[in-house]
Structure formats: structure tokens, C-alpha cells
């Protein structure tokens, strides 16, 4: 049976997301990965796959994109260029992509890749065990559960969390999954 490994993220000092925070977070997503390997050996219900799965890679990809630093996105990358033509511009996506992550409740704000009709898509995904889009590789993920921010915003804060998320992004991450998603 397959063994999934738990990745190392090199993230640095970000602006608002305290490291404690950042610590704790790291600590649920291996959980995933051990919840994961615990299904697959039997020892959890084989229903808890999908959402132990799915709980990994969404973290994987969040996590990934606050690598190295903060980096702005390319002006002249395909990523950016498919975003102008599937949404009219970067700005019109980036707010409508806040205004998703601003969704009342918990889950996943995303950004996929349409492999059969070639087009990017934001998503809403509640819970990640039903609601991830089929046959669409995920290029950006921000968590929107609690766990994510409430430490250090407070319920409140949602919106600065999401504001302080994108000026901790490192684009070239984010570009690297369209690219890997697109060949």
C-alpha cells in the first residue's frame, strides 16, 4: 500500500500570520497525512479517505504558495495572461476571488485549472470530502477555516487575514501549479 510523506515547507516571517499559528497549522496538516496512512493500512473507516486526502494536498498547495517569500505574480506569465482572459483582468479576478474567501462559514476558497475546457475556475469548497471540482488541478488555495487566522485576527478579522494571505504569496509558486497543470 502506497505511504504518503509528510512535506517540509520552508516559510518564512509572514506579515500577520503569527509562526505560532503557523506552527499549529503545519501540526493539522500531518495530521492529514498520518489520518491518511491510518485509512489506507485499515485502521480508520475507509469513508474518512477523501476528506483526510483531500485535507493533505489543499495544505500542500496553501503552504507551498507561502514559500520563499512573497513574490508578485509575472505580468507577462501565461497564469496571469489565462486570468485576464477567463475573468477580463487580474484586479477583476483578485476581487472576486476575496470576495469568495469572504464566503460566511469555513472551507476552501480555490482557484483550479479546467483540464477539458482549458479555462480557470474559483470554487467555493465547504467541506473538502465533497466538494473539490472533478478533473481540475488545484493552482491555489487559501483556507478559510478558523484554524487558519481566528488566533491571530479573531473571528473579525477574517478580511485582513485574506488580505495579509495575498501579501504573503509567492506568485512563482502559484505559477509553477499552472504551469505543472497546463502541460
Known amino acids: 500500500m502506497n505511504k504518503y510523506n509528510e512535506l517540509k515547507f520552508n516559510i518564512p516571517t509572514l506579515k500577520g500570520i503569527s ?9 493539522l496538516y500531518a495530521g492529514y497525512v498520518k489520518n491518511l496512512n491510518d485509512t489506507l493500512d485499515g485502521k480508520q473507516d475507509i469513508r474518512r479517505l477523501g476528506f483526510e486526502y483531500n485535507g493533505m494536498r489543499n495544505h500542500e498547495v496553501y503552504f507551498s504558495s507561502l514559500e520563499d517569500g512573497a513574490q508578485a505574480i509575472s505580468a507577462d506569465s501565461p497564469l496571469s495572461a489565462q486570468i485576464a482572459k477567463d475573468f477580463g483582468s487580474f484586479d477583476t479576478w483578485l476581487t472576486s476571488f476575496k470576495a469568495l474567501a469572504l464566503t460566511r462559514g469555513i472551507g476552501w476558497a480555490m482557484l483550479y485549472w479546467d483540464r477539458k475546457d482549458k479555462c480557470l475556475l474559483n470554487a467555493w469548497v465547504e467541506e473538502q470530502h465533497l466538494g473539490q471540482l472533478q478533473d481540475c488541478a488545484l493552482i491555489l488555495a487559501l483556507d478559510m477555516w478558523e484554524h487558519s487566522y481566528v488566533a491571530d485576527y479573531q473571528p473579525s478579522g477574517k478580511k485582513n487575514y485574506v488580505e495579509d494571505f495575498f501579501l504573503n504569496l509567492n506568485w512563482s509558486k502559484v505559477e509553477g501549479n499552472f504551469s505543472n497543470a497546463t502541460k
Open 19 to 27: 509562526a505560532k499559528t503557523t506552527e499549529e497549522h503545519l501540526k
